[in-house]
């Protein structure tokens, strides 16, 4: 993390500019840890959007369908070993074909790939198609760290990992060393957020796992993730394509706050929020008139 500041002093200037950001970021509301993996965890994280609950469906269907497969394959095999080795059955068959099994070991496969795809295509049209946005945020991937923009409103940042002797200082606890960065993208709870994300040096991925979303940012290229968050915390994620060096060294930190609570952050991050949208300006008029 250091040597990665180190390396480039363009790095650095946005670490110290985000600095401030961050003491902004002690005014949000004390948040639960929602999304983080889990010491003893041997399952996918809780999820919290509909698109992670759908990931948890299509992740144990899968396993309903691989366990029988897995003990029936491996029942074949051990009945091969006892019962057709050379001492158990030193005179062998010599036929080469059966029609009915050919047929049915090419068929029933098939028809599983079938019924998953029932389940897989709706899944990836859900996850791939964006709705309408209400909050678009581009994101970055650099060596190490992120880059945001909330293109709307003129609001950017970086986001780096913290050291462990920092956490402390940014409300976070110890456990959460190689998770919880300086900044947090912070976004409205039960609303559409749009994510444009791209690369600036090689190739990254944005992912959070407990909203069951992950895209690769590449370079010279705009892709799109959206999510939904059901719930107000915070939801870590990690690089998830190596990227070099600091591959591990560059989390993901998201904070699912109200609406008041985001605008307010907004306002305070010096956003223009001179064209917003309904739901946006409604808050924006509360405010006004406190
Ligand atoms: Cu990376």
Not at 49 to 63: C, G, H, I, K, S
Not at 151 to 162: A, C, E, I, N, R
Not at 216 to 244: H, K, M, T, V
Request: overall charge negative.
């Amino acid at each position: 993390m250091r040597f990665s500041k180190a390396l480039s002093p363009l790095a650095a200037a946005a670490t110290v500019l985000t600095a401030f950001a961050a003491a902004a970021d002690d005014q949000l509301p004390q948040l639960p840890v929602l999304g983080a993996p889990r010491p003893d965890g041997i399952a996918l994280q809780t999820p919290f959007t509909a698109l992670a609950r759908e990931v948890v469906f299509l992740d144990n269907l899968l396993l309903w369908i691989i366990v029988p497969i897995t003990i029936f394959v491996t029942a074949l095999l051990i009945w091969v070993i006892i019962f057709h080795n050379r001492r158990a059955n030193p005179e062998p068959a010599r036929f080469t074909h059966n029609t009915p099994i050919e047929v049915a070991w090419t068929v029933v496969p098939a028809l599983i790939l079938l019924f998953i795809a029932l389940f897989t295509f709706p899944a990836l049209r859900h996850q791939q198609i964006m709705p309408e946005a209400d909050v678009t945020i581009k994101v970055t991937g650099l060596q190490w760290y992120w880059d945001y923009e909330y293109v709307d409103h003129g609001v950017q940042f970086s986001q780096f990992m913290l050291e462990r002797e920092e956490l402390a200082d940014y409300g976070y606890t110890d456990d959460l060393y190689l998770l919880a960065t300086d900044t947090a993208m912070v976004v409205p709870v039960g609303r559409n957020i749009v994510l444009q994300v791209t690369a600036g040096d090689v190739i990254h991925s944005w992912t959070i796992p407990a909203f069951g979303v992950k895209q690769d940012g590449i370079p010279g290229r705009l892709a799109e993730l959206w999510f939904n968050a059901e719930e107000e915390g915070i939801y870590f994620g990690q690089c998830s394509e190596l990227c070099g060096i600091n591959h591990a060294y560059m989390p993901i930190t998201v904070k699912v706050v109200s609406e008041a609570d985001y605008i307010a952050w907004l306002e305070r991050q010096g956003a223009d929020l001179a064209n917003v949208p309904d739901w946006m300006e409604q808050h924006i008029q509360v405010a006004a008139t406190n």
